[in-house]
């Protein structure tokens, strides 16, 4: 039998943690007068269950080899020099040559843009996977305490979903940037404009 310091010190956890685990009816309390006891044999159960999920692999499943994503040309060469992109996914490589043409396409593209692309990128990579992550979660979640509060992927989201929108006002990717910036959409000349500029 264990006493209840040997058991919380085999367990490695709390006292807070240990009554849960009772409560949860994963342990069984024994008392004998004033003092608690635990089963060894439940504890040790327990601690090699709590052990098993905190493994990150199992030794005897073959790792998944990642899939390397072939480029564009075009998005490459865009990436050139950007060590930041080595962290980009599909996700975040579609969303860099997306913005990339459209600014272009706008006459505001310019070299010195890359890195905040890349970054813009990133951020927006990050937003969709912790939220997928947060709402395959729920968005709350309860504490060893008991305490009720929002799950740490909904947290990280917010973060990211924070800069996501900091880069977009600086790089001009929504309608209030647009008209900080004086963005004007090209209008068709008339025929005498064109007669002017000598434009057949």
């Known amino acids: 039998m264990h006493t209840h310091e040997q058991a919380l010190k085999v367990l490695n956890c709390s006292k807070m943690t240990l009554s849960r685990y009772v409560k949860d009816g994963r342990l069984q309390r024994i008392k004998k007068g004033r003092r608690t006891y635990y089963d060894?044999?439940?504890?040790?159960?327990?601690?090699?269950?709590?052990?098993?999920?905190?493994?990150?692999?199992?030794?005897?499943?073959?790792?998944?080899?990642?899939?390397?994503?072939?480029?564009?040309?075009?998005?490459?060469?865009?990436?050139?020099?950007?060590?930041?992109?080595?962290?980009?996914?599909?996700?975040?490589?579609?969303?860099?040559?997306?913005?990339?043409?459209?600014?272009?396409?706008?006459?505001?593209?310019?070299?010195?843009?890359?890195?905040?692309?890349?970054?813009?990128?990133?951020s927006v990579q990050n937003f969709y996977k912790y939220l997928y992550l947060s709402n395959q979660n729920e968005c709350i979640f309860k504490s060893d305490t008991g305490a009720i509060t929002l799950h740490p992927f909904f947290k990280v989201m917010q973060h990211h979903e924070k800069q996501m929108l900091n880069y977009m006002d600086r790089l001009g990717l929504n309608p209030l940037a647009r008209q900080k910036l004086n963005i004007e959409a090209e209008k068709e000349l008339t025929e005498m404009e064109k007669f002017l500029l000598d434009i057949e």
Do not use: H, M, W
């Open 40 to 122: 060894e044999y439940e504890v040790a159960a327990l601690f090699k269950e709590i052990d098993d999920k905190k493994k990150k692999y199992r030794p005897d499943v073959p790792k998944r080899e990642k899939q390397q994503i072939e480029l564009p040309d075009e998005v490459k060469e865009l990436c050139k020099n950007i060590s930041s992109t080595e962290n980009l996914n599909k996700v975040g490589f579609e969303y860099l040559a997306e913005t990339t043409e459209y600014l272009k396409k706008s006459n505001l593209y310019q070299d010195a843009d890359k890195e905040i692309l890349v970054q813009y990128a990133l």
